[in-house]
């Protein structure tokens, strides 16, 4: 489409279906708008991400996250530079969304694993006890708490955090 307006809303309607080579498809001949349009921006750089090309999305979505104060962005940046052991610009991605928004789902689980990657335990910790205060059932959060707490030598609370997790999912 020529409208910007209905390619955004056709793209991401596209990746909320899982058909995110459709939404590249229709998103990349607008790339070179999507530098002055963030709502553009974040369907490309989401497409980008999901279609496999992590380190030019996690680009497009951090510079969403920066210009326009959007915690989902960060979270998403965070979490992709994570897959790709870009552990250090993850965490300052996911701490930027923390801030901009404390109770994004699943943000504590994310930045706890980023902590854990640059060998801050105590900070680690601290953001898996935050995820499991608002989750519980956060499997990621309790197996993370657990590993981290192995490694302090907590190892009753180790336990109890890894048995948690397996109540959780005992796959």
């Known amino acids: 489409p020529s409208d910007v307006r209905v390619a955004i809303l056709l793209g991401d309607c596209y990746l909320r279906l899982g058909e995110s080579g459709r939404a590249l498809v229709l998103i990349a001949p607008l790339a070179t708008k999507a530098r002055e349009n963030l709502d553009l921006a974040w369907v490309y750089g989401s497409a980008l991400v999901a279609n496999g090309k992590l380190l030019e999305g996690a680009e497009v979505v951090e510079r969403v996250g920066r210009e326009g104060n959007a915690a ?100």
């Open 72 to 171: 989902d962005a960060y979270m998403l940046a965070g979490q992709t530079l994570l897959r790709l052991n870009l552990s250090e610009r993850a965490r300052d991605d996911l701490e930027a969304a923390v801030r901009l928004n404390p109770n994004l789902p699943a943000v504590y689980s994310r930045l706890g694993a980023a902590r854990e990657r640059n060998a801050d335990y105590k900070g680690a910790a601290e953001a898996y006890r935050k995820a499991i205060e608002h989750n519980p059932q956060d499997f990621e959060a309790n197996l993370g708490l657990g590993g981290v707490l192995y490694f302090e030598r907590d190892l009753p609370a180790a336990r109890a955090a890894l048995e948690r997790a397996l109540r959780i999912d005992a796959s």
